[in-house]
Nanobody, 114 residues
Framework: QVQLVESGGGWAAAGGSPRLSCAAS????????MAWYRQAPGNQREFVAS???????TYADFVKGRFTIFRGNVKNTIFLDMYSMNPEDTAVYYC????????WGQGTQVTVSS
């Protein structure tokens, strides 16, 4: 089993730059692909960004260069730096760890005020 703990959510002003973090623990023997998703009220969960074990990154089109996903020094810890936030970025942000199956964190709420 793998456990994921996200942190860094909360209130952000429009134009702000919050940082989210996600730490995986448990059966994390290798460095795995990890990703961020988000879900706004009334919407489906959507992909935000991912990073492979080789640090290859992929971003959703709506990110438009505003977000950066990167790995920390601790194995299977990732971060999401978000810039130029706007109210449409308000959502619960989830971390995902991919092994033989996907594991999800509990999510962290990010609310952007206008």
């Amino acid at each position: 089993q793998v456990q994921l703990v996200e942190s860094g959510g909360g209130w952000a002003a429009a134009g702000g730059s919050p940082r989210l973090s996600c730490a995986a623990s448990g059966d994390t023997f290798n460095m795995n692909t990890m990703a961020w998703y988000r879900q706004a009220p009334g919407n489906q969960r959507e992909f935000v960004a991912s990073i492979t074990s080789a640090a290859l990154t992929t971003y959703a089109d709506f990110v438009k260069g505003r977000f950066t996903i990167f790995r920390g020094n601790v194995k299977n810890t990732i971060f999401l730096d978000m810039y130029s936030m706007n109210p449409e970025d308000t959502a619960v942000y989830y971390c995902k760890f991919t092994d033989i199956k996907d594991y999800w964190g509990q999510g962290t709420q990010v609310t952007v005020s206008s």
